[in-house]
């Protein structure tokens, strides 16, 4: 099957519940159509983007109303106290342009931040703190994309979210899981506590919840735009509940030091995407200070050299994991905010350098553990940048779904693949007192200790490893694609387009596969029930070795943009509970 060839129902709006050859309980949302469409994993989020688009938004409109009805239902993942990267595809100019809106380190930021004796603290520790808030950049992001390329303003934009927040919406099993992962972290915090739990325990399935706060904020962005959250009252809420967070009695947690200057300086950047191709397509990704882009190109240029299609599935998966694992290596060692280290992103991109990493694979055996490659041999560029002193070992921590993805494509063939986050499930866990949402805690995505290019500074953004993608063919959209789950990111979004160019799959098969992702670390983490699988078996012959501990990866969305015009949106069928894929009726 070509990997275009996706089934097509060129009617109405629908989600319609496929098989595709995986386990009878896995339920896709698909939609096809001929109109703007949309996939996120809430369907109050797709409702947004698609009562917007069909008033006449475009997709950068319907995103941030997305968006803005994500940060109501999925708090945990995603909000305005938190940061995100975005990829804009406009039609009419055939031009890519990508969105960073990273959190920044505060202006008192030291590298000391998270080793105050020179030991890394406790992880969580630190995420549960006033000190792992990061200056939030969503509101400044969804300004300057609006600002720029969409046509509504945030009144408009922000309206479905309102109502959202201000009706409620039923809490789902999903909702109540996560809250209960989080117990701990938010009974530090009585203003969250308060709107999520009952009795120290979190709220059962089925109760309504409500965020009047939160569209109070919402409704504040509405009428003084992105002044009211950068200055003014709710700037001073967020520097109080950083420098004083507001805990329960007899709780003691690090505060952080944000200043009214650090939100009022806070500057959204328009950044040139990575550009790499495989196989025919062109692959448009996130630059750094995300680590997504570079890392999938350099992984997907060692896989292009092999033969994938003539080997079996298991050789080939083999090569997939083997690959990830050598780019892996690499983001490890030299990734980091570009305005504070020069990483050679034109050597780990070269098809040339790929060609040496590929020399290191062993097409029968896997390789455990490898070493970051020497990509300043392939920079043509005259300024060769130093290299960095050391490179610690990722801290490949438990990664789940946190942070959420979502795309949308308008009428006119415009696209936006838009990754935003507040790093942890349920953030810092600190809610900005009245105001209804959760600050972030991207300041633990830093590397805790150095010598390291991604350690703390005053100014500088984590590294990130959000991959919002948009994939050409023949100089037309083909698919978007991009996912939450921390460093898995990477690996979700690089398994896709594998499962999908390489296996030939279409996009909700290779959404729905098991996923598995090797990051270098110490073993390949996999899902739940893919231990003992045939699939599984098959690899261990190639020496390939599994984390224990098996947990749901990552919550995909995408959208296949069909050569005749049409779309499908295709989202998860069962990790993060079901997602939503949905495509204007005809006639708008
Ligand atoms: N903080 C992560 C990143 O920027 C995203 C959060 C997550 O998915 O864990 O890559």
Redesign the pocket.
């Known amino acids: 099957m070509t990997p275009n060839a996706l089934p097509r129902r060129l009617t109405s709006t629908i989600i319609i519940a496929l098989a595709f050859g995986v386990p009878a309980w896995a339920k896709t949302p698909v939609a096809s159509g001929t109109g703007g469409a949309v996939a996120t994993i809430s369907e109050p989020a797709s409702q947004a983007a698609l009562a917007i688009l069909n008033k006449g938004g475009n997709a950068v409109d319907a995103a941030v109303a997305a968006a803005a009805a994500l940060g109501v239902t999925d708090p945990f993942s995603c909000g305005i106290g938190g940061g995100g990267f975005m990829v804009i595809y406009l039609a009419k100019e055939n031009r890519v342009i990508t969105l960073d809106h990273r959190e920044v380190a505060p202006a008192s930021f030291r590298s000391s931040a998270f080793a105050p004796d020179g030991k890394a603290m406790d992880f969580e520790t630190a995420v549960a703190s006033g000190m792992a808030v990061g200056v939030p950049g969503t509101v400044r992001g969804w300004h300057d994309a609006l600002d720029r390329y969409g046509t509504m303003s945030f009144r408009q934009v922000l309206a479905p979210a309102i109502k959202a927040a201000q009706d409620g919406f039923k809490v789902n099993d999903n909702f109540v899981a996560l809250v209960k992962e989080n117990e701990q972290k938010f009974a530090l915090f009585p203003e969250t506590a308060g709107r999520y739990m009952r009795d120290g325990k979190a709220l059962p399935a089925g109760t309504l919840l409500r965020n009047p706060d939160l569209a109070k904020t919402y409704r504040l962005l509405s009428t003084g735009g992105v002044k009211a959250f950068y200055s003014g009252k709710l700037a001073q809420a967020i520097v109080d509940s950083v420098n004083r967070p507001p805990v329960a009695a007899g709780v003691s947690v690090r505060a952080g030091q944000m200043s009214l200057a650090d939100l009022a300086n806070y500057e959204a950047r328009w950044r040139q995407p990575v550009r790499s191709t495989y196989r025919g397509y062109e692959l448009v990704g996130m630059p750094l200070p ?1 680590s997504g882009g570079v890392t999938i190109a350099e992984a997907l240029n060692i896989l292009e050299g092999f033969d994938l299609k003539s080997m079996p599935r298991e050789k080939a998966e083999h090569l997939y994991l083997e690959a990830a694992r050598l780019a892996f290596a690499d983001r490890n060692a030299y990734l980091a905010d570009p305005e504070y280290v020069d990483a050679p992103v034109e050597g780990l991109l070269s098809k040339d350098y790929a060609a040496r990493r590929r020399e290191l694979i062993d097409p029968t055996q896997a390789h455990y553990y490898a070493q970051p490659g020497d990509p300043y041999l392939f920079q043509q560029d005259p300024s060769v940048p130093l290299r960095p002193a050391g490179a610690a070992k990722a801290r490949l921590l438990s ?1 789940s779904a ?2 959420t993805h979502l795309a949308v494509s308008d009428k006119d063939g415009n696209i936006v693949a838009y990754t935003f ?1 507040i ?2 499930w349920g953030g810092s866990g600190i809610t900005v007192p009245g105001y209804g949402f959760i600050l972030n805690n ?1 300041m633990t ?1 830093f590397d805790f200790t150095g010598p390291h290019p991604n350690v703390p500074e005053a100014g500088k953004r984590p590294r ?3 991959s919002p993608t948009i994939a050409f063919r023949n100089g037309k959209p083909a698919f978007t694609i991009g996912s ?4 898995t ?1 990477v690996t979700t979004v690089l398994q896709t387009i594998f499962n999908h160019i390489d296996l030939g799959m279409d996009m909700p098969a290779a959404l729905d596969a098991p996923r598995i992702s090797e990051r270098n670390g110490r073993a390949t983490s996999i899902e739940p029930g893919f231990a003992g699988s045939a699939q599984a078996q098959a690899l261990e012959r190639f020496g390939q070795r599994w984390d224990a501990a098996a947990e749901e990866i990552g919550a995909a969305n995408a959208i296949v943009f069909h050569p005749d015009g049409s779309v499908t949106a295709v989202s998860e069928g069962r990790r993060h509970g079901t997602g939503s894929a949905l495509v204007q009726k005809r006639g708008h």
Do not use: A, L, Q, V
Request: glycine share 12%; net charge negative.
């Open positions: 995300s990664e946190h942070t986050t790093e942890s991207e995505d990130s490893s959000m939450p789950g921390g460093s990111i």
